[in-house]
């Protein structure tokens, strides 16, 4: 039995109808970049987070830039973010021209550790950028606690956490920015490159409007050097239409990981040093990925990979490890949970329409009877 890591064709073959007709309407009308398809779509994906304001924009690395970009950050300044996410996190705060300043994660749920925050806040400090890796929320409430008391910003990167809750907030609706990306391996996947940038604030999304089309308030008046950061037409067409799927999704994406734990909890709860599921500690945990801890992660996932079972790892080298990061000083050994977790991690298929047997078999395989 072959189990894709991900496989996108069930799903389009599910909704082929709504979605090509949703297509064939942007075609139609020949608009292809922003205009009503787009406006529609970011007031439905800014209602379904729950924040007043959706700016879409060309991908979730550029929801992040133009994020960055409206709150003035750049050279001098430092950003507190995570060292265990997708290069974008961090490369958004460089290509600003500010610095990322790496806080490690708590072990149990990958996120960054509000309690090692404060340590590192300097009079250079703007912003706080905690990301809510995998699909669970990073623990706001300390977070905003720290930002109000030091005056700092915080921009969610949600783009792996649409639809995710903790402590009666949503991802993305928690901090003053919350950004997402419609990647194709997203939850809410688009099909091409796409994100979304939602805020409560009006003054922030008028300056978001502007600065992704050149930071043009009137026709060739630029108040701001922006860049290009439209959303095509067809993209939001894709994600409004897949939009009243992606509860049901998402629940298929929980039931799955409740059956990973109903074949492996056993294992886990006598062999704690041979395998550690996810841990869920908020309300609800939407598992873009469902990532397993393994001591011996490489030699299992080339036994699961002989058995034609798609794995991945997110992600093998931390950010403060990048080649590219070695000028901020960074060393072996500074972020311990976050340098383990690159060590141990390993991505199991988890996407909604993978059948209970194929679950059951990328289980047994992981840890035959
Ligand atoms: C996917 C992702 C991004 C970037 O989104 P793109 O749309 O691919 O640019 C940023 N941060 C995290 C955590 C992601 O998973």
Redesign the pocket.
């Known amino acids: 039995m072959k189990v894709p890591l991900l496989d996108l064709t069930g799903q389009y073959a599910s909704i082929k109808a709504e979605i090509d007709a949703a297509i064939a309407r942007v075609v139609a009308s020949q608009r292809f970049v922003l205009g009503p398809v787009v406006e529609a779509c970011e007031e439905a994906v800014a209602a379904y987070v729950g924040s007043a304001h959706g700016v879409g924009v ?7 830039l133009v994020a960055l970009m409206a709150e003035d950050i750049g050279p001098g300044d430092e950003v507190v973010t995570t060292p265990f ?5 961090a490369g ?1 705060i460089a290509r600003v021209g500010a610095t990322p300043v790496f806080v490690d994660i708590d072990p149990a749920t990958f996120n960054i550790d509000p309690a090692l925050i404060e340590d590192r806040i300097t009079t250079r400090t703007r912003a706080i950028l905690p ?3 995998f699909g669970q929320m990073a623990d706001m409430a300390p977070i905003m606690e720290i930002a109000r008391r030091h005056g700092l910003v915080v921009i969610e ?4 956490a649409i639809g995710a809750r903790r402590d009666g907030q949503t991802a993305g609706s928690a901090g003053h920015y919350g ?1 997402f ?3 194709p ?2 939850n809410l996947g688009g099909y091409g ?3 979304i940038v939602v805020t409560d604030d009006p003054a922030r999304a008028d300056k978001l409007l502007a600065l992704r089309v050149h930071g043009e308030t009137t026709r060739y008046h630029h108040r701001f050097v922006g860049g290009n950061f439209r959303l095509d037409a067809l993209q939001a067409a894709v994600i409004h239409a897949k939009l009243p799927h992606l509860d049901r999704w998402t629940d298929q994406r929980i039931a799955n990981a409740s059956l990973y734990r109903g074949y492996l909890g056993d294992l886990a709860t006598r062999h704690p040093n041979a395998l550690t599921l996810p841990r869920t500690v908020t309300d609800r945990h939407v598992f ?1 990925q469902f990532v397993v801890r393994l001591p011996d992660r490489n030699r299992t996932r080339l036994r699961l990979e002989a058995a034609d079972i798609g794995t991945a790892i ?1 992600y093998p080298l931390p950010l403060h490890l990048q080649e590219c990061f070695a000028g901020l000083g960074y060393g072996p050994g500074d972020l311990p949970n976050s340098e383990r977790a690159a060590q141990e991690v390993l991505a199991l298929p988890i996407f909604p329409e993978l059948t209970a047997g194929q679950i059951r078999h990328v289980a047994r395989t992981l840890a035959p009877a």
């Open positions: 060309s991908s979730g690395t550029d929801a992040l996410s997708f290069f974008a996190t958004a990301v809510h890796l990167d949600a783009a792996q950004c990306s419609f990647f391996t997203k490159d796409g994100g873009n997110y």
